[in-house]
Structures are given as C-alpha cells and as structure tokens.
C-alpha cells in the first residue's frame, strides 16, 4: 500500500510539474533594465537578437545552475551553428555575491550573453520561484518552453525544443 501511495505521489508531483513548466508559454519577454557584466544597461525585451533564444535564471551559489549551464556551454558552440540559438544567463545574485558573478563566468569562459539581476526585477517579471529556471523564446518573441530546476539529460531536452522551432 505505501508503494502504490508512493508511486501515485510521484505521478502526481510529475504531471503538477510538467504543468508549471508549460504555463508561461505564449507570453512575451517583459522589458526589464538590467546590467551587463561590463555596467552596460540592456532592456530584456530589446535585446535585438533573432532566432530561437534561451533564457536562463541562476546564481552563483545554485550548484544545480552551474552544472546546467556547463553542461549546456560544452554544447553551446554546435548548438548556434546548427540553430542560430543564443543563451542569456541571468544571474539572480544579490549586492552580496553579484561580484562573484564575472569570476565564476570567465573562469568557466562562458560564451553566453550574462545579465544581472540583483533586485530580483526580471526573476520575478518571468514569475521565476527558484533556480535554475529556463525559457525558450521563439523569433517573434513569445514563449514557447519553460523548465524549472535541473537534471542531467534536460539539456538534450531543450535542444529538441530548440530543434523544433527550426521546423
């Protein structure tokens, strides 16, 4: 009996999650004003990139967001040439640790376009709860996929996504 009670708690945590992970699809990116690593400010809606898109929230102290985001760089260089896709990291971290975020980013020498958030005015714009929290943005600007924390293999999972925008 604790079995099946088990199996129908994970069933259900699984359906509640694939649910939360697709409700943000159709919305458009909010213009928010955040900062480059360089001080440089950018408007999250005008980033005046085409194609597919990848937004993803994290912060230097999310082990799952680190391992997810280089997971994702030692891909990241084919994934362009065959989509055109580009990642925006955004880190979420606060006055404290934000300096942490350009050591971290260079050390791992990063490729993607990072953007800082440390009031949290796009987190929660995007209605992001906790990190990692992923998006993909189609070309007109809508979102189509949302995922939120991280395992191994997710990756390959939002590159069928990005894939199928290529369709």
């Not at 199996?7 to 213009?31: H, M, V, Y």
Request: net charge negative; glycine share 6%.
């Amino acid at each position: 009996m604790k079995k099946l009670l088990f199996i129908l708690s994970i069933t259900t945590l699984s359906f509640q999650l694939s649910a939360q992970d697709n409700n943000e699809n159709g919305k458009t990116i909010p213009s928010v004003q955040l900062k480059d690593m360089e001080g440089k400010v950018v408007n999250t809606a005008e980033l005046g990139l085409k194609g597919p898109i990848v937004f993803s929230f994290w912060a230097t102290w999310c082990a799952p967001c680190k391992r997810e985001l280089n997971t994702i760089h030692e891909l990241y260089e084919d994934w362009q040439e065959e989509t055109g896709v580009t990642l925006v990291a955004v880190s979420i971290d606060d006055e404290k640790t934000k300096n942490n975020v350009p050591v971290y980013v260079n050390g791992k020498s990063w490729e993607y376009i990072v953007l800082m958030d440390p009031n949290g005015d796009f987190k929660r714009a995007m209605g992001v709860n906790n990190v990692p929290h992923t998006f993909l943005v189609d070309a007109s600007g809508k979102i189509v996929y949302s995922h939120n924390s991280y395992a191994p293999g997710d990756e390959e999972i939002l590159y069928q996504k990005i894939l199928e925008l290529k369709k």
